[in-house]
């Protein structure tokens, strides 16, 4: 098996930004003859969004206008064409969101994050991932094949006949939760069986290091992925374990939540992501999760860009007298003043009673210039302050909660 994928993975950042220059026009192309896109990008030119800073300047999608575009048009709100014979699958995740899916080589690019992992011809991966109505389970299988690997699509659930599967088949490799794997192994103990498992991959929830610890110490070796239902793979560990590299197939930016705009390099914000995938070109789709970039190149040899991986959720929502306050108000009072850099809220209680702070980086003297905008922006009043510019926290809140509910 070949320590990379592709060559793709080891590109140089001149024919990366070459090879970018020449996609993109090629996939805001495509979203422009779909109406779903209507007019957020009808008097935009395909040609002029050749880099990541042209594309900075587009809408953003969230998954909320996805959903509501496909209850008005059905089943796919536009943003995807069913007529397309690439797209033999339509899929439901919890909301509901309907994703289509593609028969294409590894349609969703998860050969890589297997590969990376070690996985390939002369294994048998086992894949618990669910097949039922979402697409995880499609989805780690087609990487399986992409890297020449033979199934046993075991799902979830039924854990003794999990570990008689594995036992009588010899499966050496698993896909599926963290903790799922930690379950059968449990089991096969129990059972009196010694499995064949050497190599993991997962995803759909946190890998804590002591649990991936403890399958080292059984001789396993456990990376993980990160991808959606809508978009696929996005970034996948290496044997590195220094943080997470973006997939070759996807752009990647990071904003202040609530808005398009991209982060400071380093600053945690809010994970945006951009398909090269023809038949489901997502634009600017914001993923609602936190991270941030880390800089440098990959000791793996890989020479994409790296994020730190999974850091909470960018969707900060709180209900504050009654009202929501949501991380697009801030940004809305932010860009009501020329001379405010940031802004932060903050919840907390006295006497029983909701308050607001609205902590606010400026050059102003006095706060009395921004109660009004406050009132305006997030339809509530609130206490203001100034703070100096870079003096707010560089880890993505937005709105911090700080009421305690137990």
Same mark, same amino acid.
């Given at each position: ?28 192309? %495509? ?73 294409? &080589? ?10 990376? *992992? $070690? ?21 780690? =299988? ?12 075991? $799902? ?7 570990? %008689? ?5 010899? /499966? ?14 449990? !089991?096969? =103990? ?75 390099? $380093? ?30 190149? &990959?000791?793996?040899? %890989? ?16 209900? @504050?007298?009654?009202?929501? *306050? ?20 903050? #919840? /907390? ?11 606010? =980086?400026?050059?102003?003297?006095? #706060? ?8 305006? #922006?997030? !339809?509530? !009043?609130? @206490?203001?302050? @100034? ?6 926290? !560089? ?12």
């Amino acid at each position: 098996m070949s320590r990379f994928f592709d060559e793709l993975e080891t590109r140089s950042a001149d024919q990366r930004a070459a090879d970018l220059a020449d996609a993109l026009p090629r996939q805001i192309t %495509r979203a422009k003859t779909l109406s779903g896109y209507g007019a957020a990008l009808a008097d935009v030119d395909p040609a002029s969004i050749n880099s990541m800073d042209a594309l900075a300047a587009l809408p953003v999608l969230r998954k909320s206008e996805l959903g509501a575009a496909q209850k008005a048009n059905g089943p796919l709100g536009g943003f995807a064409d069913l007529s397309n014979p690439n797209l033999v699958h339509v899929f439901q995740s919890p909301g509901p969101i309907y994703e289509p899916g593609g028969h294409t &080589s590894d349609w969703f690019r998860f050969g890589r994050v297997l590969n990376a *992992v $070690g996985i390939g011809a002369d294994d048998i991966v086992q894949n618990c991932f669910s097949y039922h109505l979402t697409p995880a389970g499609m989805m780690f =299988e087609s990487g399986a094949r992409a890297v020449g690997a033979k199934v046993l699509p075991a $799902g979830v659930g039924q854990t003794e006949m999990q570990v %008689r599967a594995a036992a009588d088949i010899g /499966t050496t490799a698993y896909a599926g939760t963290p903790d799922y794997l930690k379950i059968i192994l449990d !089991k096969a =103990e129990e059972m009196g069986e010694k499995l064949a498992i050497t190599k993991a991959t997962v995803g759909g929830g946190a890998l804590f290091p002591s649990l991936r610890q403890e399958y080292a110490d059984r001789g396993i070796k456990c990376l993980q992925g990160y991808g959606t239902a809508d978009l696929g793979s996005i970034a996948y560990e290496s044997d590195a374990m220094e943080g997470m590299i973006i997939d070759e197939g996807v752009i990647v930016e990071i904003v202040t939540p609530g808005t398009g705009t991209p982060v400071a390099p $380093g600053e945690v914000g809010e994970v945006v992501v951009t398909t090269l995938n023809p038949d489901y070109p997502l634009i600017r789709f914001a993923t609602g999760d936190l991270s941030a970039v880390l800089p440098g190149q &990959s000791p793996c040899g %890989r020479t994409n860009m790296r994020i730190k991986g999974w850091m909470g959720r960018a969707d900060q929502t709180a209900k @504050i007298k009654g009202m929501f *306050v949501r991380p697009e108000q801030v940004a809305a009072l932010v860009a009501k003043h020329d001379e405010v850099t940031k802004a932060r809220v903050i #919840a /907390t209680r006295s006497g029983e009673m909701d308050v607001m702070t609205v902590q606010i =980086e400026s050059t102003a003297d006095t #706060a009395d210039a921004y109660g009004a905008s406050v009132a305006d #922006a997030l !339809k509530l !009043k609130g @206490i203001v302050e @100034i703070v100096a510019p870079g003096s707010l926290p !560089k880890d993505g809140i937005v709105i911090e909660d700080q009421r305690k509910y137990d």
